[in-house]
């Protein structure tokens, strides 16, 4: 999601706000591309809590959890707002920063990250010399005076070759893809040795799982002292369109917690053998079950080139 975006769901956030305290809706609110979801959303939220004591928008607050907070009969309530064209998926699915493991300390002492550890492994020095194996570049890559902007060139241009049917610039991109999946790999070996912090591990999957994917809001969380007590009573309301309605749905996230915490005595990664990807579990008594799985992958143009991240995706609907 891009500042545009985001500026426009915050601003959204406030017209439901805005709606629920009766206060006057602007021209400008009327404009805004998620004007009918906000008071779809706001509507939902009146019929659901019929007094309401007092609402405020938590804006760019980090040290909290939701969008809204809401005070009914003296309880206090985080209402976070999802709101979708499209109609609603199943599963939660992100994308996270590459080192966000390490960044939330979910590992005990001195661990590298992944761009530690590729910087380690001269990861951006092999990429460069395989991509130089194909001699025939233009001179408007060749030119290019960032050695960054020219790396990524040049595998766009490999890529697109390769699309045509060049055998030499798939086998060069292959190469790369294959050298990186060993990276990969190692690394996740290496942190399958290092001591987990088991609190935090299981802090990091109710965050995740919840939708909170921003590093610096679960920096921020991950520590917090009554963390699980204010994730009970989260509410997140949904709007989707489908079939050209505004569908609103709740879920009452305290609930779905309150499961996963009964049902599991721990939470720990484990990190199966020879994959490029690890999983959250919860463990009870001896029975392990996947919750999350936690893809080490590269968003952009091949494997081993542009923007790695984490790829997150949701193995249960905390529901079971």
């Known amino acids: 999601m891009g500042k545009h975006e985001r500026a426009l769901i915050e601003q959204a956030e406030k017209i439901i706000v805005k709606i629920l305290t009766a206060e006057k809706i602007s021209k400008v609110d009327e404009k805004n591309r998620w ?3 906000a008071c779809y959303i706001a509507g939902r939220i009146k019929k659901d809590f019929p007094k309401i004591d007092s609402v405020s928008h938590l804006g760019n607050r980090y040290d909290n959890i939701g969008d809204i907070l ?16 499209t109609k609603a998926g199943i599963g939660t699915m992100a994308n996270i920063s590459q080192n966000a493991l390490i960044d939330n300390h979910l590992f005990r002492g001195a661990v590298k990250s992944w ?20 001699n025939n570049y233009p001179k408007t890559i060749t030119n290019i005076k960032n050695p960054v902007e020219r790396k990524e060139e040049k595998a766009e241009y490999l890529r697109r070759l390769s699309k045509k049917g060049n055998r030499g610039a798939k086998s060069i991109l292959e190469g790369i893809q294959r050298r990186d999946k060993k990276e990969k790999i190692d690394y996740l070996r290496y942190l399958s040795i290092q001591k987990q912090r088991l609190e935090i591990v299981k802090r990091f999957f109710f965050l995740i799982a919840l939708g909170i994917h921003k590093q610096e809001i679960l920096n921020t969380l991950i520590n917090k002292k009554d963390l699980l007590k204010e994730i009970q009573n989260l509410i997140v309301y949904y709007a989707n369109i489908d079939k050209g309605q505004i569908i609103v749905r709740k879920e009452v996230a305290g609930k779905r917690i309150s499961k996963i915490l009964k049902k599991y005595s721990n939470f720990r990664i484990i990190f199966p053998e020879g ?16 919750l ?5 992958h590269w968003k952009n143009i091949a494997q081993g080139i542009k923007t790695p991240c984490l790829n997150i995706f949701d193995l249960t609907t905390l529901t079971d």
Do not use: A
Request: hydrophobic share 35%; glycine share 4%.
């Open 70 to 85: 809401l005070i009914s009969g003296g309880n206090k309530f985080f209402l976070e707002t999802k709101m979708s064209d």
């Open 275 to 290: 994959l490029t990807h690890c999983k959250i579990v919860g463990i009870k008594e001896k029975l392990q079950k996947p």
């Open 35 to 37: 004007f009918l979801h």
């Open 115 to 134: 761009s530690e550890f590729r910087k380690d492994k001269n990861h951006d020095i092999w990429v460069n010399n395989e991509l130089d194996k194909y």
């Open 292 to 296: 999350l799985q936690i893809v080490f």
